[in-house]
């Protein structure tokens, strides 16, 4: 069984989100399958990680960005499958992405898996509506008279054109089945993680820490948790807040800061910037994790996961796929987008409700065992790669 996967923006030194969890999704398969049987296709990084994990990779080097021109490396990518005669294709990409997915299976008469685990559309649909008319033959610009309505035409074609779609989350899942009504050919594998083994050696702290971890960006809701922090931190001295982020929007970091200084919380504040162990270093040391989204991108969002992971009482928000595995009182808490009021409560609830926080984190680190285990997720996967193969 020959697979190629189609992994753009892969070779980096440092990798989030969807390529974090391609780039895990490969290393589990090649655990399980000889590695001359798995082929990844794309471009060149400018930053590529490390040798060590490069030269066990089978990998065919495009040369066109997947990103900057999409129409051009989508032919190139089809003559490779074509070359190489691949038993199926496995892309792990956004819902808009699924077109290429679509394309590439018409054009080439290879059985596609097309992973979705992220929500967001295109920044720029003349590539797709591009590639789209490119297959069909379509010499008119019709398709370009009404983008978002052609958009939203193809990417009904797309999902009902891909042999097996794969989602992280029942959330995405009814979004796919509200764009293409009566979609059967889904199926939910939760995104798989890294679980830890709890260790007693960093957890002795006597005072209560208060974590923000992630890129440090508005839509992730920093200023909302320093904001419940400071009236927190009026009632209680004994509080801290740590912020780790590993990448930051000058912006947001400016107004953190300066929200700081204004309210003197900077002797309560413990800045971290990235860290080769999000665990031991950040995780493991905290009282509690919150994570207030204001919208996102990745579905669910693996830094929920990886905070649930280490037994520690997550606040969130109300959204999407998070919902799926937080429940208000029993695994987290939840509080609707922006509400700080609330925010605040939840925070104080922890504070002073130790033994009920740590008993709904230990629930919340059972509900990732269950569901986030890698060898559970490779296991589901390895199963729908060789039916599609097969068929």
């Not at 290879?110 to 992220?118: A, L, Q, S």
């Not at 995104?191 to 960006?217: C, H, M, R, W």
């Not at 009236?231 to 807040?241: P, S």
Request: charged fraction near 20%.
């Amino acid at each position: 069984m020959k697979i190629g996967i189609v992994a753009p923006g892969i070779l980096q030194d440092v990798v989030y989100g969807t390529n974090k969890q391609l780039l895990s999704t490969i290393l589990h398969l090649m655990e399980h399958l000889p590695h001359s049987d798995i082929i990844i296709l794309t471009e060149r990084g400018k930053f590529p990680i490390s040798n060590d994990i490069l030269n066990v990779f089978q990998i065919k080097y495009l040369k066109k960005g997947l990103y900057n021109e999409k129409l051009q490396s989508f032919i190139e990518i089809s003559k490779i499958i074509k070359k190489e005669k691949f038993d199926v294709i496995y892309v792990r990409n956004s819902i808009s992405f699924s077109i290429i997915s679509a394309l590439l299976e018409k054009l080439t008469n290879v059985p596609v898996i097309h992973h979705i685990d992220t929500i967001n559309y295109p920044t720029s649909i003349n590539e797709f509506l591009s590639a789209f008319m490119l297959f069909k033959k379509i010499k008119t610009p019709n398709l370009f008279d009404n983008k978002i309505h052609s958009f939203k035409f193809i990417l009904k074609w797309s999902l009902s054109n891909v042999t097996q779609l794969v989602v992280t989350s029942k959330y995405i899942k009814c979004i796919l089945q509200k764009i293409t009504p009566n979609l059967l050919n889904i199926k939910i594998i939760p995104p798989g993680i890294y679980i830890p083994n709890l260790v007693t050696d960093i957890f002795a702290s006597s005072k209560y820490t208060l974590t923000y971890f992630g890129a440090l960006a508005m839509w992730r809701g920093p200023l909302d948790v320093i904001t419940a922090f400071s009236q927190v931190a009026k009632e209680k001295h004994n509080v801290r807040l740590m912020i780790a982020s590993p990448r930051d929007d000058p912006v947001t970091k400016h107004y953190c800061e300066r929200i700081i200084n204004n309210l003197n919380l900077n002797s309560k504040i413990i800045w971290k910037g990235f860290c080769n162990d999000i665990y031991r270093e950040i995780l493991m040391p905290s009282t509690t994790i919150c994570l207030p989204f204001r919208s996102y991108v990745l579905d669910p969002p693996l830094t929920i996961l990886e905070a649930m992971a280490t037994g520690k009482p997550v606040i969130t928000t109300k959204l999407g796929g998070i919902q799926e595995f937080i429940k208000d009182g029993e695994t987290g808490f939840l509080i609707d987008v922006m509400d700080i009021k609330a925010l605040v409560q939840k925070i104080r609830m922890t504070l002073l409700h130790t033994e009920s926080a740590q008993e709904i984190g230990k629930r919340a680190r059972e509900r990732i065992l269950a569901m986030c285990n890698w060898n559970l997720v490779i296991k589901e996967m390895l199963k729908i790669i060789k039916e599609v193969a097969r068929a």
